[in-house]
């Protein structure tokens, strides 16, 4: 602010050189308004103008169009590699179980049901126990343990694959090898489900290893949904002489069975891309197992195990179909739970998940 | 009227004069009320079951890792190589430093874009078609098994360069982080309230300048942690590196050439034979824990320090 | 800013030690077999004392990963001991040749509780295994070859490779010639459709760590897994009808014949071999390695390398159960090198 008052001092009115000002006020080489420099102009107008926020906005926007660039490119890319596989075998090449590298005929079917067993199973034994989670954490839970409890479930998740995989080799197929399979064709064999002979590794154990895995999923979503069942649901159905159990069923779970679901969808996606645990466990025999302890094959395993040696460009263009197989229906399953969890909590600030 | 689980109110007064006589109607209703309590009693009982079942065997597991791992951690693990075949001694750490260079190139690459998407999402596109379309886009990349990033981008790279590398898997975790963190980012810059930014309109600051100096400032605790969740994530990540990084046995920090990371180092000990293989997985897995479980349980702090509150 | 200037002085050697640190050596990238891991590795680790400069990184992925790597330019030389066949090596974007690097045997492992005796196998009875067609320990079959074993009445547990190897194509290869009901089902290849039940494990690793964990399994890996892992291995019945375990000179014997008469390709199979002292599974193992580097640095190492091999590798072999190149192929070997540019 001082080269006005400078310029007040040192051009006296008698010596005002420009000759415009002759009779206007000393006020005019004051303040603001006082006509600035070209230098001065440009720099000021660098900073604040239209031109900096336009360009900062751009680039954000790149930014965040590369996201769509992302699914775009992955898309892009298995559909080029997997040309190959796709002419030569077509729509039956997920309708036939064949996978004999030798003689260059190659079916997924196989690989598809072990995908799918392994999943659905997972999921029959993951969603009553991490439902159960979340009705207790959400509403019985004292609130002194609740913060020590929902911070464990969130521990598993964050236990990764390779180390889930590392201990079911170690500890949990011993056990179904020696403890639980001679229990479970005990007492159940009569259900014809566990025939055949039990070597620890296959179908059983990597369900449930992926189970184990999904549980906090389902779980941390599923309480995001019930807490945003708004209270005065519960405070009405507990008005009208409802047991606890009755206004969690009657004024939560009612409301939010759309998100639930969306919430076991979600787990489901989770399960179905599952590679590195169950690649260790399943026992990697590429064909249609027919009982819970004999070995299968998962999509992911058979690309895991398989990738980097495929030799001849049918098995590798093969290999990548398959890629592109999991990657579309993974989008389709996520995108059906995003849709349905969105739908009840309508965007609300969800916890860092 | 929440805190007591085994309040129940009484029963409405039945006013009507018609009905069963005094006392079966009473009994009935009696009945009624005690196979309800009874329900109430054995869903709560089964609640709490599985939530024993769930929190078991992550007792289980984690007890046993730092049982198995404690016993194999010794200096040499962080400072040797792999020994060769078949002979004891040997660490893991060519793998250590690995990993930690394969995840600051993901970080140095997948967290600029993230935050960049994030800022878009909440300052630019409120309620705009494009932001919902990326919003649900982000979710639902956030699902893709990350074996699939794996093979696409050594279709692109790795394949490209005819040679397997560190950048290739930095850029298969960047993709992985990127949904992420801008979700994250997102939700945090939708909390700070806009009085600050009209504030800073106020006084004449260009908007680009507002949202960089004084909106993300405000969020920064919640973004740095919703950066420390994808790099949790991303840590313990295989099978995108099995095609990218491909593995060394040697000390590299070079980003064109194969290097060892700590998951892969961990899967192809634990398929071996090797009893002293076995106890480098035992002791790479927990100190992988470790490095996971400090940045979750910082990302806790910060949340019950009250950036999160909000949303926790 | 004198935490501004400590902070640059920091960030500053940091990048020294980076880049001065990884300058110093040439790393060389390759891929393929876990059949002759074990030895690959030593000599590796080896080389690497004798000359700092020169880091060779070996990964073993399977022989099947070895010619796909190489094939494809992204390693700079491959192994595998299935030989490439003339289709592979025509459709290859790298044209590679063969050099055998050692010889091996694979042997069958299996995991039979309180048994501490060796088995005899047959060949056909290994490959009924495979087939399905023997289930149990106790089968008449192989009670036949066993007089006198208690074998237990329990289901056999095959394991096999999941995974693209050269392991894998001389056991079949072998298979092949002793079973013809193997050679129409199945055939040879580095990956087979296994016709029976049976889990596959990645790797020799995979497979040994199988078998030694899995009670009454029943799997195929190379004779030093074996060795390092203590596990009970059985012996085969070879050409003339003795049974024998693998040695290196057993190995060595089998390779007798052809090394007289090695095709200049060096691809040659050398599995039930003719001759009393022959082990019937054992088999050459390669490395691929470029016509031509497109670095001519990496050519030099490689083949200072292979001399190296010549000269110091070749007697570690038979300590780590390997036999080494009959002096024969050696000399052959030698002139092969220098034709690589």
């Known amino acids: ?353 | 009227m929440l805190t007591n689980p085994f309040h129940t109110p009484p029963p409405p007064q039945d006013f009507a004069a018609t009905g069963p006589p005094v006392q079966q109607r009473s009994r009935r209703v009696r009945l009624n009320r005690m196979r309800r309590h009874l329900w109430n009693h054995v869903v709560t009982g089964l609640a709490v079951l599985s939530t024993v079942i769930v929190i078991a065997p992550l007792v289980a597991i984690l007890a046993y890792l730092i049982y198995k791992g404690a016993s194999s951690l010794n200096l040499a693990f962080f400072t040797h190589i792999p020994a060769p075949v078949g002979e004891p001694g040997g660490g893991m750490a060519n793998a250590i430093v690995g990993s930690g260079l394969v995840l600051a190139v993901a970080s140095l690459m997948g967290i600029p874009v993230g935050i960049a998407a994030g800022v878009y999402l909440a300052e630019f596109g409120r309620g705009g078609w494009l932001a919902s379309a990326i919003r649900f886009t982000a979710d639902v990349l956030n699902g893709v098994p990350s074996i699939v990033m794996g093979i696409a981008i050594y279709s692109l790279i790795v394949m490209r360069q005819k040679h397997f590398s560190a950048l290739a898997g930095g850029v298969a975790l960047a993709i992985m982080m990127v949904p992420t963190i801008t979700r994250t980012t997102e939700e945090m810059l939708a909390t700070v309230p806009h009085a600050i930014r009209e504030a800073a309109y106020g006084l004449g600051v260009p908007r680009w300048r507002t949202v960089l100096s004084v909106t993300l400032k405000t969020a920064s605790p919640g973004i740095i942690t919703g950066c420390m969740l994808a790099f949790a994530r991303v840590a313990g990540e295989t099978a995108p590196l099995l095609f990218t990084a491909f593995g060394n046995q040697f000390w590299s920090l070079r980003l064109n050439q194969p290097i060892a990371a700590l998951p892969l180092q961990i899967y192809v000990y634990a398929i071996s034979p090797y009893d002293e293989w076995h106890r480098l997985a035992w002791g790479g897995s927990l100190v992988l824990i470790v490095l996971i479980m400090v940045s979750v349980t910082l990302v806790r702090i910060y949340a019950n320090r009250g950036v999160l509150k909000g949303a926790s | 800013m004198r935490e501004k200037r400590v902070k640059l002085r920091l960030l500053a050697a940091l990048t020294i030690a980076i880049v001065g640190g990884t300058a110093v050596a040439q790393n060389i990238n390759a891929a393929g077999a876990t059949f002759p891991n074990p030895i690959y590795n030593r000599w590796f680790t080896e080389y690497a004392k004798a000359h700092p400069s020169v880091h060779i990184n070996y990964q073993p992925i399977g022989s099947g990963g070895g010619i796909r790597q190489v094939s494809d330019g992204t390693v700079d030389f491959g192994a595998s001991d299935g030989p490439m066949t003339d289709e592979q090596l025509s459709q290859a974007k790298v044209k590679v040749i063969h050099i055998p690097t050692v010889l091996g045997a694979v042997v069958p492992v299996y995991n039979i509780p309180n048994l501490n005796r060796d088995l005899n196998f047959s060949g056909d009875v290994i490959a009924d295994i495979y087939i399905g067609k023997i289930q149990k320990w106790n089968d008449p079959r192989i009670a036949k070859d066993n007089p006198g074993v208690n074998l237990p009445d329990h289901q056999i547990l095959p394991v096999y490779r999941s995974d693209g190897s050269g392991t894998t194509y001389i056991f079949t290869d072998y298979l092949s010639k002793v079973s013809p009901e193997w050679q129409s089902k199945v055939g040879r290849n580095t990956s087979v459709k296994w016709p029976g039940p049976g889990v596959g494990q990645k790797g020799n690793e995979g497979v040994a760590g199988m078998v030694r964990q899995a009670p009454y399994s029943f799997g195929y890996v190379e004779l030093i897994y074996a060795l390092q892992n203590k596990m009970s291995y059985g012996a085969v019945k070879n050409a003339t009808g003795k049974f024998l375990k693998a040695t290196p000179d057993g190995v060595t014997a089998a390779a007798a014949a052809a090394a007289k008469n090695m095709p200049a390709d060096y691809r040659v199979s050398i599995t039930n071999a003719g001759g009393d002292s022959s082990y019937p599974i054992s088999s050459f193992t390669w490395l691929l390695i470029p016509r031509q580097f497109s670095d001519p640095a990496k050519g030099r190492a490689v083949k200072d390398f292979l001399t190296w091999m010549l000269d110091k590798g070749e007697s570690e072999a038979a300590g780590m159960g390997y036999a080494p190149l009959p002096a024969q192929v050696q000399t052959m070997v030698r002139k092969t090198i220098t034709t690589i540019k």
Not at chain 1, 239 to 258: D, F, K, S
């Open chain 1, 1 to 353: 602010m001082s080269s006005p008052i400078i310029s007040v001092a040192q051009t006296p009115r008698q010596t005002d050189p420009s000759g415009a000002s002759q009779g206007s006020p000393v006020q005019q080489d004051v303040g603001p308004e006082a006509p600035k420099s070209a230098v001065r102009q440009f720099l000021m107008s660098r900073s604040s103008g239209k031109a900096a926020d336009t360009t900062f906005l751009a680039i954000m926007l790149m930014c965040a169009l590369s996201i769509f660039a992302i699914v775009i490119f992955i898309l892009f890319i298995l559909i080029a590699r997997s040309k190959l596989s796709i002419s030569q075998f077509g729509f039956k090449f997920f309708t036939r179980s064949a996978w004999d590298p030798v003689s260059g005929d190659f079916g997924a079917f196989a690989f598809i049901y072990g995908t799918l067993a392994t999943s659905l199973l997972a999921l029959l034994m993951a969603v009553p126990l991490a439902l159960g989670v979340a009705v207790f954490l959400t509403e019985l839970c004292p609130q002194k343990l609740r913060a020590p409890i929902s911070f464990l479930t969130e521990l598993l998740a964050a236990i990764p694959s390779v180390v889930y995989g590392l201990w079911a080799v170690f500890v949990l197929v011993p056990l179904m090898r020696d403890q639980l399979g001679p229990l479970l064709q005990k007492y159940l064999g009569w259900t014809q489900l566990f025939n055949g002979y039990n070597f620890g590794v296959g179908l059983l154990t990597a369900s449930i290893i992926l189970a184990i895995m999904i549980l906090p999923i389902i779980s941390s979503i599923a309480r995001d949904i019930m807490l945003a069942v708004p209270i005065s649901q519960r405070e009405g159905v507990l008005a009208l002489g409802a047991t606890r159990w009755e206004m969690i069923r009657m004024g939560v779970l009612r409301n939010a069975r759309i998100g639930i679901v969306g919430a076991i969808i979600l787990g489901l996606g989770r399960a179905l891309g599952e590679t590195m645990a169950v690649t260790m466990v399943i026992g990697n025999h590429p064909e249609i197992p027919n009982s819970l302890f004999s070995p299968g094959y998962t999509l992911a395993s058979v690309i895991a195990n398989e990738f980097t040696e495929a030799t001849g460009d049918v098995y590798l263009s093969a290999l990548i179909e398959i890629g592109l197989a999991l990657f579309l229906v993974t989008i389709v399953v996520n995108a059906i739970a995003r849709a349905l969890v969105w739908a009840v909590t309508r965007g609300a600030p969800a916890r860092a998940h």
